[in-house]
């Protein structure tokens, strides 16, 4: 009963390294959203993924941060060239279809920049 | 454009007592609307979900919420507040593509 799973868990960079954060979605969903959670707010939108397509990409930001959902494989959250700003939770999500609203969240990768 | 508004961002509850959760949306088209809850270093669970039908909505946990489309509200309730309900608690909307717009979230805390 495996259900969207994210890795690293915990990662720290120090500025100017890259990260790149893992996610495999629920069996059966193939759309992947990616949300970020900055201290003391809610969950942001980043983009959203289904396989070998990104299909809305409104809420990354147009530098340094990329996202990917090959065929085969996890999804992927790259982060380049990391800045202290970029310090936050990023949370994978997946749903079977689009159009529901219903998201099943991971249990976030934890970014911290130094 | 969707947006949630959640305000009080710490909530203290006493154990026993009613918890009440606010949350209002603006939305441009009929909303499908959510809560989540967040335990410490965890991902989201959902809680209960709005989409059409019943505008009283049962949830896990004894939490229940409902849509009320004159007030734009989807207040969040539980009748008796229990320590485990110690969470942060977050109200969204969808939009396109099943795109989530989130409140900022409600810290609740648990009084003995």
């Known amino acids: 009963n495996a259900g969207v799973m994210q890795n690293p868990r915990h990662l720290v960079r120090r500025r100017g390294q890259e990260a790149r954060l893992r996610c495999s979605p629920m069996k059966g969903h193939s759309h992947v959203y990616w949300y970020r959670q900055l201290p003391e707010e809610g969950l942001k939108f980043m983009v959203y993924?289904?396989?070998?397509?990104?299909?809305?990409e409104s809420g990354m930001p147009k530098e340094r941060f990329s996202a990917e959902f090959p065929k085969e494989g996890p999804s992927i959250l790259r982060i380049q060239q990391v800045v202290r700003g970029d310090s936050a939770a990023y949370f994978c999500?997946?749903?079977?279809?689009?159009?529901?609203?219903?998201?099943?969240f991971g249990e976030g990768s934890r970014l911290t920049v130094l | 454009a969707q947006s949630v508004t959640q305000l009080g961002s710490h909530v203290s509850v006493s154990e026993g007592a009613l918890v009440l959760l606010r949350c209002n949306y603006s939305?441009?088209?009929?909303?499908?609307l959510f809560w989540y809850v967040q335990y410490p270093n965890q991902g989201l669970q959902l809680l209960l979900k709005?989409?059409?039908?019943?505008?009283l909505v049962k949830g896990i946990n004894g939490f229940e919420a409902e849509f009320k489309k004159s007030e734009t509200s989807f207040h969040l309730t539980k009748p008796s507040a229990h320590m485990s309900d110690a969470a942060e608690y977050f109200c969204?909307?969808?939009?396109?593509?099943?795109?989530?717009?989130f409140g900022k979230g409600n810290q609740v805390v648990v009084i003995p």
């Open positions: 993924l289904q396989k070998e397509n990104i299909i809305d």
């Open positions: 939305s441009s088209v009929p909303p499908y």
């Open positions: 969204a909307v969808a939009y396109g593509n099943n795109r989530l717009a």
């Open positions: 709005y989409t059409t039908g019943a505008t």
């Open positions: 999500a997946s749903s079977r279809e689009p159009g529901t609203g219903e998201l099943f």
